[in-house]
């Protein structure tokens, strides 16, 4: 693939849901952490609903009857639960090998997450990926989701236009996020939110798998 006959130069991965197979485990921590605060429990369609959103506004939307002054206590529940278990993820098949053939190719990477930069570092320590990307960004360095700036902060860094621009995401945050950026967006049907919410968003592709994302780059 040359520069001249690809169709971007740039594609942003999201993490949780996109590249790694989070989003079950962070749904039941939201619970669990829920549960041992004895706030309401969401519902598990609730809590993946809000993957991908700074964690102020998730918590507001998945356990609305937790106090604000609580916030840092219902984080800390929720790490004891989620830290022990998320080792035993692993990255979605194939988006490696895509991801290092799209490097190879000269394609620029970069990352827009809801996670922390603490929990960003710590998947890069698991996964031996952080080489493939010139850029990343989290929801507490820049504005969260659906916000573009974390878009807006990665085209400026690589002087990318946004015509060329890919942002590959599993949520519905993530497709609007593109769509005010105003670059293309794949939306993942196996990650966090139903394929009817994401077919509604109207993303520029809709992908059942990373093959299916691979064909749409043409990689």
């Known amino acids: ?10 594609v942003v991965f999201d993490w949780d849901g996109t590249v790694m197979d ?8 939201i619970r669990q952490a ?14 993946s609903s809000v993957i991908g959103l700074d964690w102020r506004s998730a918590m507001a939307i998945a356990v609305p009857d937790c106090p604000a002054e609580r916030l840092d ?10 830290l022990l278990r998320e080792r035993d993820v692993c990255l979605f098949e194939g ?7 799209l490097h190879a190719d000269g394609v620029t990477l970069a990352v827009a ?16 990926v952080e080489e493939l ?15 573009p700036d974390m878009l807006e902060e990665i085209g400026l860094y690589t002087d990318i236009p946004k015509e060329r621009t890919l942002m590959v995401g599993d949520t519905v945050h993530d497709v609007v996020m593109a769509q005010r950026y105003g670059c293309d967006v794949a939306a993942m049907t196996y990650g966090a939110q139903p394929r009817r919410d994401l077919v509604l968003s109207n993303p520029t592709c809709l992908c059942d798998t990373v093959a299916d994302l691979a064909r749409f780059i043409g990689c």
């Open 1 to 10: 693939m040359t520069s001249t006959s690809r169709k971007y130069d740039l």
């Open 34 to 47: 829920a549960a041992a605060l004895g706030c309401r429990v969401p519902d598990r369609k609730t809590a």
């Open 133 to 147: 990307f010139s850029i990343t960004r989290t929801a507490e360095e820049t504005a969260p989701k659906p916000n």
């Open 22 to 29: 989070t989003t079950g485990l962070i749904a039941e921590g």
């Open 73 to 82: 206590e219902f984080n800390e529940a929720y790490k004891a639960w989620y």
């Open 95 to 101: 988006i490696e090998d895509l991801m290092r053939r």
């Open 113 to 128: 997450t809801g996670k922390s930069r603490a929990g960003l570092r710590r998947v890069f320590n698991r996964t031996n």
